[in-house]
């Protein structure tokens, strides 16, 4: 396994088995990136201070649900931490916030 990606809020055991078992783990967050931050830096986690936490805005994402449909076509555009999604004439963008956990866990 290279790399652990997970998706949402999970627990600091599930992280803790993940820096175990793969050398790079990310976690994508829609949820609050401090809370989640906090609840995490409260607990022992492998390898804690080379954890990744990506946090995408709620509102950004809120917008483009609103705009799903079945069967459509978008443009997805993705410059470091830039998201530029075109939807028929509009663009939607979302910059994706780097959290950092607790160096000393």
């Not at 599930?14 to 906090?38: F, G, I, N, S």
Request: glycine letters at 2%.
């Amino acid at each position: 396994m290279q790399v652990w990606i997970d998706i949402g809020a999970p627990d600091a055991a599930r992280l803790h088995r993940a820096a175990k078992l793969a050398p790079r783990v990310a976690v994508y967050t829609h949820k609050d990136p401090k809370q989640l931050a906090a609840r995490l830096n409260a607990e022992r986690i492998h390898r804690a201070e080379a954890m990744e936490i990506h946090a995408v805005d709620r509102d950004w994402l809120s917008s483009l649900a609103a705009r799903l449909t079945r069967r459509m076509q978008f443009s997805l555009t993705v410059a470091d931490r830039n998201i530029y999604l075109t939807i028929g004439a509009a663009t939607l963008t979302c910059v994706v916030e780097k959290i950092l956990l607790d160096q000393n866990l």
